[in-house]
């Protein structure tokens, strides 16, 4: 249903290192910027890493992105009970001429 | 300070018509993109639609020929028209700041449509 996948659940306990993927195509993510957003519960989405790799202002640098080939990961680390929440990736696909969504990761902070 | 508020959703009934907008402020609509992207009840983003600063449309799939983004560059408001509305079409209604290939960078809180008998 969704055209990016994503892990639907992944968990870690409070100063770990989790990673969340996000594996697409070449029509998407291989010629296209990939995008996270963070979704805290009862809240709207809100931007995490724009173009791959880069922080807005007031991301903490525990936050980071990478992308390879058509795929791409969100990194946290240093877990703590505030990055509890859903987290999506997006990107634009040439061939659908529209914007793509993973169906998102919820994160589970043991 | 950037502010998306959306308003006007509301209990439709299957086969109605609903309009939702989006009151922009601290930056100007005219130039940019601006989507609208919607959430089912306990799912993924799903986008909807995309209006460019030049004024071309574009559509997901689903809503194509049902659904029509518009703007009123004097207001800065952002519409969706919405018609012959579906069951599948029950959800929180976002608008967003940017899309295309450059990303959104802001979110309304979002407005709630529900469609159904």
């Known amino acids: 249903q969704f055209v990016l996948t994503q892990p639907p659940s992944a968990s870690g306990t409070p100063g770990q290192r989790v990673t969340i993927s996000c594996s697409g195509s070449?029509?998407?993510?291989?010629?296209?910027?990939v995008y996270w957003y963070q979704q805290l519960p009862g809240a709207a989405p809100q931007l995490l890493i724009f173009?791959?790799?880069q922080r807005p202002s007031g991301v903490p640098d525990r936050f980071s992105g990478s992308k390879s080939g058509a795929s791409a990961s969100l990194a946290i680390s240093g877990l703590r009970s505030e990055d509890e929440a859903d987290y999506h990736c997006?990107?634009?696909?040439?061939?659908?001429?529209?914007?793509?969504f993973g169906g998102g990761t919820k994160l589970t902070v043991l | 300070e950037v502010q998306l508020v959306e308003s006007g959703g509301d209990l439709v009934e299957p086969g109605g018509s609903l309009r939702v907008s989006c009151a922009v402020s601290?930056?100007?609509?005219?130039?940019?993109?601006m989507s609208w992207v919607r959430q089912a009840p306990g799912k993924g983003l799903e986008w909807v639609a995309l209006?460019?600063?030049?004024?071309?449309?574009s559509y997901a799939d689903s809503v194509k020929g049902r659904f029509t983004i518009s703007r009123d560059t004097s207001k800065n408001i952002l519409f969706l028209q919405m018609n012959s509305l579906r069951a599948d079409d029950t959800a929180v209604y976002y608008c967003?700041?940017?899309?295309?290939?450059?990303?959104?960078?802001?979110w309304g809180q979002g407005t709630l449509v529900t469609v159904s008998s």
């Open positions: 173009r791959n790799n």
């Open positions: 967003a700041k940017g899309g295309a290939k450059y990303g959104i960078d802001y």
């Open positions: 997006s990107s634009w696909d040439d061939g659908l001429s529209g914007v793509v």
């Open positions: 601290g930056f100007s609509i005219s130039p940019i993109y």
């Open positions: 209006i460019s600063s030049g004024g071309t449309t």
């Open positions: 070449g029509s998407n993510i291989g010629n296209n910027y």
